[in-house]
């Protein structure tokens, strides 16, 4: 778009130059990389459903009128963007897709890690991961079933499958081994909300936790608006902290953990193209 000089009542003039400029620093075709996208926040509306043309700006990497906070609105549900490219040239299968990472912003629903105070097995071996049924006072529950359904059902053939390092195995408390795993929807660690592992049990000189994550730095959403962190709802985090306990969120909005038999939030992520 071509300007004019404009002169204002008060002598001041702006030149078609600086017009340009201005315009050049908010309009984000001028910025068209993951880096520029990841900067800012915005919380824009983008409708009830991923247009084709919002998933061509994603593939091809430009990231167009797209923005870290901006979310879809489906089934009642809030779909935010939390990160783009932050999968892109990661996992045991090279991610060389570029991706949008999306949050929910609250809990889809509530459910414990296990049965029973335990993280044998880790984050893969609970039936938070696995989906299997897992009673605790007689309520039936299905881990991370429902929501990977749900979000399949949303998002169809722009649902991307990655792959993620997931513990496997707990030793007196640690974990303490894992495997590559193929994801579409999962809890978030420690490290994707906070920037740090908090909780995460740290080596010893002896023991070497089995801490490996593609996971392993904040979310630009959470750097740059807090806030969705905190949603007055306690909500899981697939960190295993002990022999009994994984990580979480509070619903106060402090770093905590809890039993694996505790009845918190599943607010898994995923990613799109």
């Not at 707990?170 to 795993?181: D, F, K, N």
């Amino acid at each position: 778009m071509a300007y004019a000089t404009q002169t204002f009542a008060d002598g001041n003039t702006l030149t078609a130059a600086m017009l340009t400029q201005i315009q050049d620093g908010v309009d984000d075709s001028h910025y068209s990389n993951a880096g520029a996208h990841n900067s800012i926040f915005r919380g824009k509306s983008l409708g009830s459903s991923v247009t084709s043309t919002q998933a061509g700006y994603i593939s091809a990497g430009t990231f167009t009128d797209l923005f870290v906070g901006d979310y879809w609105t489906i089934s009642s549900t809030n779909y935010r963007i939390g990160a783009f490219n932050y999968w892109y040239r990661c996992g045991s299968t090279d991610m060389t897709t570029q991706n949008a990472l999306i949050v929910t912003d609250g809990n889809m629903y509530s459910a414990p890690m296990n049965a029973s105070n335990t993280t044998e097995g880790g984050y893969a071996g609970s039936a938070m991961y696995t989906g299997d049924d897992c009673t605790v006072s007689s309520v039936t529950y299905t881990g991370l079933t429902n929501a990977r359904s749900t979000i399949a059902s949303a998002f169809g053939s722009y649902l991307l499958t990655f792959y993620e390092l997931l513990t496997n195995a707990v030793t007196s408390g640690y974990p303490s081994g894992g495997a590559w795993y193929a994801c579409t929807a999962e809890l978030m660690t420690a490290e994707m909300v906070y920037g740090s592992g908090i909780f995460n049990p740290v080596s010893t000189g002896t023991v070497v936790p089995y801490n490996y994550r593609v996971g392993k730095s904040q979310l630009p959403l959470f750097a740059l608006a807090p806030q969705y962190i905190n949603i007055r709802a306690s909500w899981w985090l697939r960190g295993v902290v002990s022999a009994s306990y994984f990580a979480l969120v509070s619903g106060a909005g402090y770093a905590s953990c809890s039993n694996a038999s505790g009845v918190s939030g599943v607010r898994p992520f995923f990613l799109i193209s």
